[in-house]
């Protein structure tokens, strides 16, 4: 078992500065000077500000190219371009899912990621490689690492026959999570996917997470369509509904009202604040109560090259979409990549009190809003009350082939 950790003068999310002892992998105590007894570790914090465990709630962790020879991207911008050229280089790049998403989940500590939901591609021409190699890595990394796996129809469902029964097979296997796509947009039969997609989730107990990236009125007619089955089925606090563009579609009337139920429906948002798409807003869900957490996506992928699996990066670009600038709406920025995740994934004991699981970041930075703008390595990063980087640099215990 781990000796108990004293870490000393450090600012838990920019308060005063306090000793904080770490026992049996969770805080034990938090006092302005604590003066180790018996056989404790001690580091010196000099200062720095700590924020929770930071938690990637969308990512993808069977797709990175992260360590392998830069591949130019080429493809079509369209997401069904996207998703064939993916499925195609897979093979000719020898993308081996244990090996790249064990790469990333390395990576990600590095920067102070400790919690992770990977959605994981399952389709007729992969079978269940994917979901089996991330499973491996969960099984590695599971001492600092909470990964939870969505079973992701990322080709289809209805267009792919064979891929329900998959699904089902990964469940079984320990999928944590029953996912969806697009149910008009990809499958054109709405009612089809989500009947299958919901009938997954009742026969094995699970919840559900669909990506919706159908924007406008296609996309509210999907997410009624969720919401109907979410209601009529008593799966209240048990959805999550990814990326939901059509949330930040011009129409504000039609939009809150779809706030307003998603709010009574206790259904969660993930967003990762893309560029070039239209995205909820993160005040309006807060205004509501609505969870709406954060996450990288893909990273250096066949989609896109742009990534590097650090959420201090992710909730800047969260700040940047919602245009927050006030330090208390940076702060709801970081929540989208902290507590908010946290809520999402139900990660338990999560936080910064007495009891919690001894998941800290540290960073040399005065405030909360600094380590957003400026996004310094990581002095020290714990998971689980183990050190698991330093200095910006994973441990050598924890890093990755």
């Not at 040399?364 to 310094?376: F, G, H, K, W, Y």
Request: hydrophobic share 40%.
């Amino acid at each position: 078992m781990t000796k108990p950790l004293l870490l000393k003068n450090l600012r838990l999310m920019g308060a005063d500065a306090a000793d904080v002892l770490i026992e049996g992998g969770r805080i034990a105590q938090i006092a302005p000077k604590i003066t180790p007894t018996g056989e404790v570790s001690v580091e010196d914090c000099g200062g720095a500000l700590a924020l929770p465990g930071l938690v990637d709630a969308h990512a993808h962790l069977d797709k990175t190219l992260w360590g392998m020879p830069w591949h130019p991207h080429q493809q079509g911008k369209s997401l069904q371009q996207m998703i064939d050229t993916e499925r195609k280089l897979r093979h000719e790049l020898d993308m081996d899912a244990e090996r790249q998403s064990a790469r990333q989940v390395a990576l990600a500590l590095s920067k102070g990621t400790t919690a992770i939901r990977s959605h994981v591609d399952i389709d007729t021409e992969h079978g269940l490689s994917l979901h089996r190699g991330v499973a491996a890595t969960r099984a590695r990394y599971a001492d600092v690492m909470q990964i939870e796996t969505v079973a992701f129809p990322q080709s289809g469902l209805m267009i792919r026959p064979g891929t329900l029964e998959l699904m089902d097979e990964a469940l079984r296997e320990g999928a944590d999570i029953v996912g969806g796509l697009d149910p008009c947009g990809i499958d054109r039969d709405p009612k089809g996917q989500l009947d299958a997609v919901f009938g997954l989730a009742e026969r094995h107990g699970k919840p559900i997470d669909i990506h919706l990236h159908e924007p406008g009125e296609m996309g509210a007619f999907s997410l009624e369509m969720i919401l109907d089955r979410t209601e009529a089925l008593a799966m209240q606090g048990r959805v999550t509904v990814s990326h939901a563009f059509c949330l930040g579609m011009g129409d504000q009337a039609r939009v809150a009202g779809l706030l307003d139920r998603i709010a009574a429906l206790e259904v969660s948002l993930a967003t990762t604040a893309p560029a070039a798409r239209p995205v909820p807003s993160v005040a309006a869900c807060r205004e509501r109560g609505i969870a709406i957490c954060a996450g990288n996506d893909g990273i250096r992928d066949t989609w896109t090259p742009y990534g590097n699996a650090c959420m201090l990066e992710r909730a800047m670009l969260v700040g940047l979409r919602n245009n927050f600038r006030a330090d208390v709406e940076v702060g709801w920025a970081l929540d989208t990549c902290t507590t908010e995740g946290a809520k999402v994934m139900g990660l338990e004991g999560y936080g910064l009190a007495e009891g919690c699981r001894a998941d800290l970041v540290l960073v040399d930075v005065e405030a909360v809003s600094e380590a957003i703008t400026l996004r310094p390595p990581r002095r020290l990063v714990l998971s689980g009350g183990q050190i698991v980087a330093r200095n910006g640099e994973t441990e050598a215990t924890w890093q990755s082939a």
